[in-house]
């Protein structure tokens, strides 16, 4: 039936924004004028006149036209009229997700709606209309980027994680996906690497508390904040006001300021690590409630990097490590004591010494053993065996992830690389592969597989993969370099890979591990106590 335009009156509860300027309504408006109103619009009586249900693009195309009469479809108020909104709204392809969310949320709000039977109503599927609900959870500024369909839906879950964990962190997060494709694109398989980015980039406005815990280095901080006290700052700020101002005062209280200038001095050195919160305090957080965790997927690696969320709770962590914290020997200062009091602190700054020299030389020897295996494995070509076949075998049938990478990784670290004597100490520093440099490495060392002419070239250089993953020593190597090698357990548990990795080891590295044999051997079966008085009783 036609109905006149002025006893229509728009509905205040459209799920759906109206806009008038865009292409798409110029050529709504085109095709009224030239065709009319095809589709009927929905209402229901009101007051005398009707409440538009569906068709407000329709509605504003025939006021912009100055229409007098539109057809109608009359609904009755017994009729589920939330139901016919979402139908004539929610089922259209240019529906952003956005006015979607919107619309559940008005049929949500309905007695005894659930998500199940909005679905139903609207036709689709369950995990649809939750997922399209969870946008309702986003800032603004990150709602607005669904809306604009400026990010790809994958995205959602992530962020809206970040925004119910640390909501100015997802403000940051929401400004660089929404003006950056790639960074988008990016975010969908590895938040972690854009929230990393972000952390360590250019100075940031607002500041999240996103505080790393339970990786080596301790928490992001931006790359021009290079001194320690200019650390420590910047956390402080991380932290808010109240405990913000609360460890300000604790590190006045408990550190010398003059010390902390120099970066790489052993004293601003233990100051900073009391600011890496480990593995333990992860676990704590995560019982706490506080603990996001992103996937970084580097192409080489996939981990989860962990951020506490909670100002209190980091600030707490924190004061605990920094209350227990000693300076190191070498920088207190000497009390007025007497000369027995000196030689035990001399004493005991020679015992600190000594520890340090000696996990450097457990470090040299382990990067010693680790360069005669890699000569030794670049000399063996080892046949093909039934061992061999059947260790081969187990790997590809049932899977060992991305071991290809991992054993590249670990060759990496038998290779001669580039090294540094520092002044001080006159301590080697190796120079081990990382980022594309690493990542170039690792594609070069696989092709050597994946390319070799016969079945012999690529049996060998596998097996050689395989036992550099397995044999390779990580002492003394920093989180950085260390991570992502591991030795496969399934492997070491094999009888066949057990008398091939004999094969592999160089004299060196089978002194070791015989080394380590005895020592285990010795902690299962320690050697009974004498006792001295016992020994003595029965001397003739």
Not at 217 to 223: C, K, S, W
Not at 364 to 391: F, Y
């Amino acid at each position: 039936m036609l109905v006149p335009l002025e006893q229509i009156t728009p509905n205040p509860d459209n799920p759906r924004e109206v806009t008038t300027d865009d292409d798409a309504f110029k050529e709504l408006v085109a095709s009224i004028k030239s065709l009319g109103i095809i589709v009927p619009l929905h209402v229901v009586e009101q007051n005398g006149g009707y409440l538009l249900l569906g068709g407000h693009r329709r509605y504003a195309a025939a006021q912009k036209l100055n229409l007098t009469e539109v057809p109608v479809v009359e609904f009755q108020r017994d009729e589920p009229l939330g139901a016919v909104m979402v139908a004539d709204n929610v089922i259209r392809a240019d529906l952003n997700p956005v006015e979607e969310a919107n619309a559940y949320a008005q049929l949500l709000a309905q007695p005894k709606a659930t998500a199940k039977t909005v679905a139903k109503l609207v036709g689709k599927d369950v995990r649809t209309v939750e997922a399209r609900l969870k946008i309702l959870a986003l800032p603004d500024n990150a709602r607005r980027l669904f809306a604009e369909s400026a990010v790809p839906l994958g995205a959602l879950d992530a962020l809206v994680e970040i925004s119910t964990l640390d909501a100015p962190l997802a403000e940051l997060v929401g400004r660089r996906i929404g003006t950056d494709a790639a960074a988008a694109r990016l975010f969908v398989s590895s938040p972690g690497s854009i929230v990393e980015d972000i952390l360590t980039g250019s100075a940031y406005d607002p500041v999240p508390v996103a505080y790393r815990v339970g990786a080596y280095g301790g928490p992001h901080i931006p790359h021009q904040v290079k001194q320690v006290d200019q650390r420590i700052e910047f956390i402080c700020t991380k932290l808010g006001s109240e405990y913000g101002d609360k460890l300000r005062t604790l590190c006045a209280e408990r550190f010398d300021a003059a010390r902390l200038v120099d970066p790489y001095s052993g004293y601003a050195y233990s100051v900073w690590h009391l600011f890496n919160l480990d593995q333990d305090a992860r676990d704590a957080a995560r019982a706490y409630g506080c603990l996001l965790e992103l996937v970084v997927d580097d192409q080489y690696d996939q981990t989860v990097e962990g951020y506490a969320t909670d100002a209190e709770w980091v600030y707490e962590q924190l004061a605990a490590q920094i209350g227990e914290w000693t300076p190191p020997e070498s920088h207190r200062a000497k009390p007025a004591s007497s000369s027995a009091g000196e030689t035990h602190a001399a004493s005991s700054a020679q015992r600190k010494e000594q520890a340090v020299e000696d996990e450097y030389e457990k470090t040299a020897a382990a990067r010693k053993r680790n360069l005669d295996l890699g000569v030794h494995l670049a000399k063996w070509n080892p046949k093909i065996t039934r061992d061999s076949m059947q260790v081969l075998a187990t790997l590809a049938l049932e899977g060992q992830g991305d071991i290809g990478w991992t054993a590249a990784r670990a060759l990496m670290l038998t290779t001669e690389l580039p090294v540094t004597v520092t002044k001080s100490t006159q301590r080697e520093r190796v120079h081990y592969l990382r980022g594309d440099e690493l990542g170039q490495f690792c594609t070069t060392t696989l092709e050597g597989v994946t390319r070799a002419k016969t079945p012999e070239q690529a049996h060998a250089a596998a097996l050689r993969l395989l036992a550099a993953l397995q044999l390779v020593d990580k002492t003394g190597l920093a989180g950085v370099d260390a991570n992502g090698v591991y030795r496969s357990y399934q492997l070491g548990q094999l009888p066949a890979w057990q008398r091939i990795e004999k094969q592999a080891m160089p004299p060196s590295v089978k002194k070791h591990h015989a080394e380590l044999e005895r020592q285990a051997e010795e902690r299962r079966n320690p050697s009974p106590a004498t006792d001295p008085a016992e020994g003595a009783a029965e001397t003739p």
